[in-house]
């Protein structure tokens, strides 16, 4: 019985391996092919390993999803460290503008890392059950932050009270997917100018709150 024991450390690492090894395969030809130009042989050519593995990892949109949350997450959704965190008590370890760099830089990041998926989970969502309800679920937890963060400037006096659910509009639409992919995929921005600009944005709203000007 002992060797089992000792082998099951190994199995689990080769195992998660593996399924490192499938993701990273899904996700390169997930972002350069597409949804449906992309098959489970193809990911197991990439990925050195058999097509019954990749099947057993999980179907193809099952695939999908995962690698999308690896690439926002790091780790398939699990965050560590300040990821971890709810997005308030993340802010509030740092002054306003120490804040605003972590948290758009981290923004900034997840995007680039997860652009091409983004544009295959969109297509996939369209015709895919579990790929539509991955896209709600992350919809949801995006507006949570948003609102999270638009909290966190009230409390700072960044922001009236009574500006926070349009705010809160105003920011997902800045620092969505949608508006990362029309700058730098299709519009040829740079990944710093994008960044600089969010924040530029950003900025420029809290001023125009700051001032009270009606919005036209």
Known sequence: MSPRRYASPLRKAEAARTRAAI????AELFSRDGYAATTMKGIAATA???VQSVHLAGSKSVLLVSAFERAVRGDEGEAE??????VGETLDRFDVDEAMRVWLDGVTEAHRRSAGLARAM???GETDAVAAAALADLDARRRRDVRAASTWLVTRGLLG???LDEVTDELGY?????TYA???TRSGWSVTRYRSWIERTLRDLLARRAEDVPVA
């Open 23 to 26: 993701l990273d395969a899904a």
């Open 48 to 50: 050195g390993v058999s």
């Open 81 to 86: 460290g300040l990821d971890a965190l709810p």
């Open 122 to 124: 969109a297509i996939a």
């Open 161 to 163: 009270e009574a500006d």
């Open 174 to 178: 800045l620092i969505g997917p949608e």
């Open 182 to 184: 029309f700058f730098v």
